[in-house]
């Protein structure tokens, strides 16, 4: 193993593929040392805005002896053929959301991952937010009681401002559209707030923009406890600011709300601010130490998991 760990990128498709990139680079235990992409010209482009050399042999690449580990930011449905092998490699993995296509891929890739001694780890970056930390501690002290509805709401511009590039509207490349990519996010925060085990309810997707995919997004679920969940996304929002609202049988939550954001508890006697504390390691900083330590992010891995059946549910009810 390498000291730093010697890291390659594995295509640009993803519009977070130069973030982790440059994750890789600034990360004090590791070194950006290559880019791979399908598509040369995009992945020249990318080790070029980079400064690192571009390969377009992955069986190459892969057979380095001194490449540690891959970053994967290609199409969702080429996750199962490079991650796989990658694997049969021998090299760790950091990649974007989601694992793979169905919950039945990524168990496979991860039960191959465990007979290889590889790392894997899922971009899920949000449950490592101050936030998100602070929204852990309320429900642990159980200062809003019984749980009984949630709503989080995340949502952008991109269709609308057209920044997002065409291959996201792809249905077969994307795996749908907004609810797949972005609603990620609120999907997995909701599983945070009622549990794993939820079942869709509703799924209503519609396309604005005529692109073939859903832009705008809202899927309902609910808990085995009976609490009502609400998803909400979308790529044609100019100023939806991201927010949380959860509710109990004494108490409230919410943050992302008003002019000033923040978080704010209400038990019956007005809002209380409530202190967000530091963010935690990112899941890329959680892989770097998995890597070193020889331990699985487990946490990590379950919720990945969890966040493709729900994905693959709620675009079964919406179809």
């Known amino acids: 193993m390498s000291a730093p760990l010697r890291i390659a990128a594995l295509s640009a498709w993803h519009v977070h593929a130069e973030e982790y990139a440059r994750e890789a680079q600034n990360h004090p235990d590791t070194e950006l040392v290559a880019v791979w992409d399908e598509d040369a010209e995009r992945g020249r482009a990318l080790a070029e805005s980079l400064d690192v050399p571009f390969t377009e042999d992955l069986d190459q690449l892969l057979a380095r002896e001194d490449l540690d580990g891959v970053t994967i ?10 991650i796989g092998r990658v ?129 705008n997004a809202v899927v309902t679920v609910t808990s085995t406890d009976g609490a009502i969940g609400v998803i909400e996304t979308g790529f044609v929002t100019p100023t939806s600011p991201f927010s949380i609202e959860i509710q109990g049988t004494t108490g409230s939550l919410q943050y992302g709300f008003g002019t000033g954001g923040g978080m704010s ?39 990945a998991q969890a966040l493709t059946a729900l994905v693959v549910a709620a675009n079964a009810a919406a179809a």
Do not use: C
């Open 73 to 82: 930011t290609t199409a969702t449905t080429a996750h199962r053929d490079v």
């Open 87 to 215: 694997i049969a490699a021998g090299k760790h993995v950091f990649t974007e959301k989601l694992l793979a296509p169905t919950v039945a891929e990524g168990e496979e890739l991860l039960a191959t991952a465990r007979e290889q001694d590889v790392r894997v780890t899922v971009s899920l970056p949000r449950l490592a937010h101050g936030y998100t930390l602070a929204l852990q501690r309320v429900l642990t002290e159980e200062t809003l009681g019984r749980i009984t509805y949630s709503r989080v709401r995340l949502a952008h511009n991109g269709s609308v401002a057209d920044w997002l590039p065409a291959r996201f509207y792809d249905p077969a490349e994307a795996i749908g559209g907004a609810f797949s990519d972005l609603a990620a996010h609120p999907a997995y925060l909701t599983q945070l707030i009622l549990g794993t085990d939820l079942r869709v309810r509703s799924a209503t997707y519609t396309d604005m923009t005529g692109r073939g995919v859903e832009d």
């Open 265 to 303: 508890v209400d038990v019956g006697n007005g809002p209380v601010a409530v202190e967000l504390p530091a963010d935690a390691a990112n899941p890329f900083a959680q892989w770097v130490a998995s890597i070193r330590s020889g331990e699985d992010t487990t946490e990590n891995l379950e919720r």
